[in-house]
């Protein structure tokens, strides 16, 4: 492993030699890949420090099978699938359908995403894993074609968070179902707020006049960890479960998240009045949020953070800066919104955990402003601050106080010139606490929607591949608010897309080419691990590209190689690893969705199920090494 410095130097020599390119002129494939970008010269400042790669295993093939295939030399096992019971006393999951609240409140929740591995002991672990939505065409045996209330209080049940333990026999993490710790967090789970957006008036509904107390999580995307030991889940799509049988006239702040008058798929509002926004239009204000659980203490009350700003967050990417503020990258997953960043006020204590938990509840939200040159793919950026009073968020403007830039984080970010972006997902920090990549997963609107220009780290029109950007903090300061970007890669299709910008940059050929990079994450020796959520059809611009599945980059080479393939119609998503990296545990969401012929994980005619994969080496080794 290289110091600190010689990774930072190395880093800058990657960015200052990106290649110049062409104008690129939207909706043409006249300029090729390598004339474009060309990732090959500023690895080389990489590659010539590095005796080997990071990537120590057979790359596996594009696949378009019903199965989970892992490199030769590993093996994956199911650890836990939807419906499974996480308590002693739980009933076994039933496939029919039929079961009803009661049991999906003692059980594993649907469609599995972010997660993060809390040590216990050196064999017991307690992992906390979001559980996003739940497809009512698997979760009823009448496809929610005949909602009751019970189906509303099951399908609420069925989101939210599973906290449970592990332990370790034999070489491998298995579910205790008597662990202490094991909890469920759902749609109607007691929260509390903090921060500045706590107690105002526009968090306050008739079922909680105080505007502190809302009720429940749900649409949980992403994750993040703190060193204090505390699990942060990200609320995304919020919006799809309010709606209304009646008539709602509603904001303009209403519907830039996406909040409408109309009959909501999931149909809560017919049965749960709190989610029919003619009854309570402040409810959804109560939603977008990151909200920090404790997994140690299966009593504690989980905490929406306002400070962390209010929009369809994806993760949230947690470091100690050198000063010892806390800061936070967040991205906002909708086709031309924003990234984000958040510094605390207080300082991070590693002996005071008590003092740690309060960190979040104060200090400064910020969105990037990518400044770019026409002729290169790099540049330099702004941090925005978005705070009352400064850079136009004034009463003028239509805010009225710190409360309300944080509600309509969007509105501010749009107020200060923040630059709109290819869907902004995960967001990873490298181990050397200083280089930071997020994954943009995809944008139709780009080039052809007001307000979203091809250029800067959105290079494509139309973009339906996909992209990672990087970024350097001036000095290496995180609280900074300048930064120097450039592309890790450009997803593509070089077997369709032959001499163009859409085959993808240098570091994508045939043999490993993909759509939407969506998860991300590091392990501890520096392998950047990117998961998919894209378009699998295997036809058209997608030919060759086959299911969803997880890839690892070596950040100093810019070799990338497929790792693993998904069964039919899933997304790859959630990523967190025992102490010793010698067990990955990965989640598969949605197989079989929209009627799709899967069966994973037990096949023959099974009901598809989402799942947690538990990945190991048949030699017991690191995974990847």
């Known amino acids: 492993m290289w110091n600190r410095d010689q990774q930072d130097s190395q880093f800058s020599q990657m960015i200052d030699a990106r290649l110049s390119r062409r104008r690129f002129i939207a909706g043409t494939a006249a300029v090729s890949a390598s004339t474009f970008l060309s990732l090959n010269p500023i690895t080389k400042a990489f590659a010539a420090q ?8 057979e790359a ?12 030769k030399g590993y093996k994956a096992t199911p650890l836990l699938s939807w419906g499974d019971p996480i308590f002693a006393d739980a009933p076994a999951f039933d496939p029919s359908g039929k079961q009803g609240s009661q049991a999906q409140l003692r059980q594993f929740g649907d469609n599995t995403d ?92 008739e079922l909680d006049p105080s505007g502190m107390k809302p009720l429940g999580t749900f649409n949980n995307c992403a994750n993040g960890q703190t060193p204090w030991g505390t699990y942060l889940t990200c609320e995304e799509n919020f919006n799809g479960y309010f709606g209304t049988s009646g008539r709602a006239e509603l904001s303009d702040d209403h519907k830039r998240y996406g909040i409408k008058a109309a009959q909501s798929k999931y149909q809560w509002h017919d049965s749960d009045e709190r989610f029919d926004v003619a009854k309570h239009p402040n409810e959804p204000h109560r939603f977008g949020w990151v909200v920090e659980i404790d997994p140690n203490d299966p009593t504690s009350t989980p905490m929406k953070r306002t400070a962390l700003g209010r929009f ?52 400064t939200l910020y969105v990037a402003k990518f400044e770019m040159d026409d ?60 280089h930071v990549f997020c994954t943009l997963t995809n944008n139709k609107h780009r080039g052809v929607k007001e307000g979203q220009p091809v250029g800067g780290p959105n290079p494509r ?31 593509g299709n070089p077997q369709v897309h032959q001499g163009s910008l859409y085959a993808g940059s240098d570091n ?33 611009d997608f030919a060759g590209q086959g299911n969803n599945q997880m890839l690892c980059g070596d950040p100093m080479t810019g070799e990338v190689r497929r790792f693993l393939t998904g069964p039919i119609a899933c997304e790859i998503t959630g990523l967190t690893f025992s102490p010793d990296y010698k067990t990955m545990f990965v989640g598969v969401q949605h197989p079989g969705e929209k009627g799709a012929p899967s069966h994973f994980p037990a096949g023959g005619n099974s009901k598809p199920r989402s799942t947690i994969m538990a990945i190991t080496r048949q030699d017991g080794g690191v995974i990847g090494a």
């Open 508 to 540: 994508i050929n045939q043999n490993n080419m993909f759509n939407s990079p969506d998860g991300i994450g590091f392990d501890k020796a520096g392998r950047l691990w990117i998961q998919t959520d894209g378009n699998y059809s295997n036809k058209g």
């Open 50 to 57: 590095s005796e080997t790669s990071l990537l120590n295993f």
């Open 114 to 205: 972010g997660m993060s591995l809390f040590p216990i002991s050196e064999n017991r672990a307690v992992i906390a894993v979001n559980n996003e939505y739940t497809n009512y065409d698997l979760l009823f045996d009448h496809g929610g074609n005949a909602m009751t209330a019970d189906d509303v209080l099951k399908a609420q049940a069925a989101h939210g968070v599973t906290v449970f333990e592990i332990v370790k026999s034999g070489g491998e993490w298995k579910l205790d179902k008597n662990g202490t710790r094991n909890r469920r967090i759902t749609a109607n789970t007691e929260m509390r707020l903090t921060g500045p957006a706590a107690g105002h008036a526009l968090m306050q509904t």
């Open 312 to 363: 369809k967050h994806e993760n949230a990417a947690l470091l100690i800066n050198d000063d010892g503020h806390v800061v936070v990258y967040l991205g906002d997953d909708e086709r031309g919104e924003h990234l984000y960043k958040f510094v605390s006020k207080g300082k991070y204590k590693p002996s005071d955990d008590a003092a740690n938990r309060r960190l979040l509840e104060e200090g």
């Open 461 to 491: 029109k139309e973009n339906h591949y996909g992209q990672i950007v990087r970024w350097l903090p001036s000095n290496g300061d995180h609280s900074k608010d300048s930064f120097d970007w450039d592309l890790y890669l450009i997803a």
């Open 375 to 434: 002729n290169e793919l790099k540049g330099q950026g702004q941090w925005l601050e978005l705070t009352y009073g400064k850079n136009g968020l004034t009463k003028e403007n239509g805010f009225n106080s710190q409360a309300e830039v944080m509600i309509f984080a969007r509105r501010a970010a749009t107020q200060v010139g923040a630059t709109t972006m290819d869907r902004p997902e995960w967001v990873a920090v490298h181990p050397d606490n200083q």
């Open 60 to 71: 596996v093939a594009a696949s378009t099978s019903d199965t989970f295939i892992v490199p």
